[in-house]
């Protein structure tokens, strides 16, 4: 009956012992069978490739005399007269081989009887130098397997265990006993059996590893959950026949804690370095604010609102608490990372709220130290929420854990920053309290210095609007209009004047002192005080500019600088005189409504000292206008000074409007959200045809 081809990973035939292999392939062991009298009867094809000599040499030849040194015959007729008598021998034996050499060979002798009772002797021999390799590699697999810290398992082709080492014993929280001959659901199924016993299966079919497998779940070694990595070897014979499987488990759950610690500090390293990029801006207190709060979500909390003190951000708010212990507060930022009805129980952003002395803000704020509610109840949701309403549309949303840090800059709170988880299910720890009170530190420098800045803004824009020249609209025969626009960040030193001189004339000024601030609003004052007092004695406008370059020099300190254009009007003659210390030229748009910038000597700023002045004149006729500004009308950052003109020519090129309403059309035209203050002033000769 022909073979039938082995099923792959058998190991059986149906009814037929398969081909052999494996180690009996490895030692090729030779049989040989002496009869009584020492001859050889029997002699295996192995025996020829151990021994060298092929059948026909060997059969019937006395074994003695064929394959062993005259030296060693005597203790082989010993050895050969025990084995007849019934004894058994095991050890190593000098063979001759063919080719003259000596070969170690390991021996296993028995006796064997044929039918008619006859005496044989049976020698199974191999290479003893095999024999060693193939022991020590059993004994070393033997120690790797059963003193390795990975837990190792071998499956049969059916997926039931064979064999189970002592530490996957423990792992388990079986011993092996009682699992060989099962299979892994049967012992372990709490873990995700349908997982693994596919990947067994592929790699039974395949025959490719598969490395670092992730399962989750538990043994009975410990109900709680672990994290196991798992790497899945077949198992084949040096002929290629499939024996089973090898499993190495490894428990690596601390591994993956300690992966999961170090990812959680990365991220807040990351959002501490975007905090540091994104938080402070500007100098605006709501915009910081909004900033903080985008910072948190999502990386920190799914809901953040953050709330200042009264105080804050009105200076002239109550900054005490009530009598009932109450603080007076607005809401400036609110954020969610995604969209819920929590953000109708926050305070609304935008406006002032008085908040109970019983509210997590208001402890937050009188204590000055975070308040940690990992897992929230009733009475915290009650303590976070504005009102009943409010308490149970934060129950609604899901809010589970709470966190609020006050925003404390130079030992005082200015206000809190309150974080609510819904949608992470992770309640909220003492790394979480360390990041938001690096953040919530972050940006209350930031909100104090806009309170600072804004204090400070207010105090220069006053003084700055005092200073400035209160003009009535008719000098003599000029019509004049001014306007002065702060910059939306910081107040600078520009200003305007208009002067009453002799013998009806009329002088124009405008200027702006390099920087910013009260102390740049300050020194503009003394500068356009100086003007006035220079301007009585009828000084010529360049002469009058040298007497202020070297006042310019005396004020402030050594870098004090100021721009200035000083222009003198004879209505009566129709002629003007002016000269320029570094600053931009005037517009003269003539009565028939061209424009052009008047062509003067450009001088150096007012303090660089040593470098004259000169002056030109040019005609104003009737209904001619002149136009006096400052950079901040024609630049910016994202306009060029060289733009900015053209486009004032252009605006101003045959405008027919009268004089108030062309200050708000340059206004509105040129640079409606300048970064620099804007000084504009507009003076027309008087013309007897038009009123305007």
């Not at 009535?472 to 939306?488: D, F, I, L, Q, T």
């Not at 009737?622 to 900015?644: N, P, Q, R, Y």
Request: one cysteine or more; glycine letters at 8%; hydrophobic letters at 45%.
């Amino acid at each position: 009956m022909p073979e039938r081809e082995t099923r792959a990973g058998s190991g059986r035939q149906d009814g037929v012992t398969a081909a052999p292999g494996g180690l009996l392939d490895v030692l090729r062991v030779a049989a040989l069978v002496l009869g009584s009298d020492g001859r050889i009867a029997l002699w295996s094809p192995e025996a020829e490739s151990l021994f060298g000599f092929s059948a026909a040499e060997a059969l019937g030849q006395d074994a003695g005399a064929l394959l062993v040194a005259p030296e060693n015959r005597a203790r082989a007729r010993d050895l050969f007269r025990g084995v007849r008598t019934g004894a058994r021998w095991a050890g190593v034996f000098p063979v001759r081989h063919k080719d003259g050499s000596t070969r170690r060979v390991e021996f296993r002798t028995m006796q064997l009887r044929d039918a008619d009772g006859d005496v044989l002797a049976l020698g199974l021999g191999t290479d003893a130098e095999t024999v060693r390799n193939v022991e020590r590699d059993l004994a070393l697999s033997h120690i790797l397997v059963s003193q390795s810290p990975v837990g190792i398992a071998v499956f049969d082709t059916e997926l039931r265990w064979l064999r189970v080492n002592p530490s996957l014993e423990r792992l388990n929280g079986v011993p092996e006993e009682a699992v060989l001959g099962r299979r892994v659901g049967e012992v372990l199924p709490a873990l995700d059996v349908d997982a693994i016993e596919a990947r067994m299966r592929h790699v039974l079919r395949t025959g490719e590893p598969l490395l670092d497998q992730q399962t989750v779940g538990h043994t009975e070694a410990d109900t709680e959950e672990h994290a196991f990595s798992e790497s899945y070897h077949r198992i084949e014979d040096p002929n290629g026949r499939v024996l089973g499987l090898a499993v190495s488990v490894l428990d690596v759950s601390e591994r993956q804690r300690a992966a999961a610690q170090v990812a959680r500090a990365r991220e807040r390293l990351a959002v501490i370095a975007d905090a540091g990029v994104r938080i402070g801006t500007t100098l605006d207190l709501r915009r910081t604010a909004r900033e903080l709060a985008d910072v948190a979500v999502p990386q920190l909390a799914d809901l953040a609102a953050v709330d200042a003190l009264a105080a804050v951000v009105n200076p002239g708010g109550p900054a005490a608490p009530r009598a009932d212990g109450s603080l007076d507060f607005w809401a400036l930022a609110l954020k969610a990372s995604h969209p819920t009805d929590a953000v109708e129980a926050a305070d609304p952003v935008g406006r002032p709220a008085l908040y109970s002395p019983s509210r997590m803000v208001t402890q937050c704020v009188r204590e000055a130290r975070p308040i940690l509610r990992a897992h929230v109840d009733d009475t915290v949701i009650r303590r976070i929420a504005r009102d009943d309403a409010a308490a149970e549309t934060l129950r609604r949303a899901g809010v589970h854990s709470y966190l609020a840090v006050p925003l404390t800059a130079r030992g005082e709170v200015l206000g809190t920053l309150s974080l609510c988880r819904t949608v992470n299910p992770c309640p909220f720890d003492d790394q979480d309290v360390t990041l938001a009170v690096e953040l919530a530190a972050r940006a209350a420098i930031s909100i104090d210095n806009a309170r600072l800045y804004g204090r400070e803004r207010d105090i220069a824009l006053t003084l700055q609007r005092s200073l400035l020249s209160q003009a009535p609209p008719h000098h003599g025969g000029m019509e004049v209009a001014s306007r002065y626009r702060p910059a939306v960040s910081e107040v600078g030193g520009d200003w305007f004047d208009v002067l009453p001189l002799k013998d009806g004339k009329v002088g124009l000024v405008v200027g702006d002192v390099m920087g910013k601030g009260v102390h740049a609003a300050a020194i503009m004052g003394q500068l356009r005080t100086a003007t006035r007092a220079l301007a009585r004695l009828d000084l010529p406008p360049a002469e009058l500019l040298h007497h202020l370059d070297g006042l310019t020099a005396s004020l402030g300190d050594s870098d004090t600088l100021a721009t200035c254009l000083y222009v003198v009007c004879d209505p009566r003659n129709g002629r003007c005189a002016l000269s320029r210390a570094g600053h931009l030229p005037p517009v003269l748009v003539d009565p028939d409504g061209k424009a052009e910038l008047l062509d003067v000597a450009g001088g150096v700023p007012l303090g660089v000292g040593g470098v004259p002045f000169t002056a030109g004149e040019h005609e104003l006729a009737e209904g001619a206008l002149l136009a006096l500004f400052t950079d901040g009308l024609v630049e910016s950052h994202t306009m060029s000074v060289d733009v900015g003109l053209r486009n004032l020519l252009r605006v101003l090129d045959d405008t027919r409007l009268p004089l108030e309403d062309t200050c708000d059309l340059l206004l509105a035209a040129l640079n409606p959200e300048a970064d620099d203050d804007v000084a504009l002033l507009l003076a027309r000769r008087a013309d007897g045809r038009r009123q305007g």
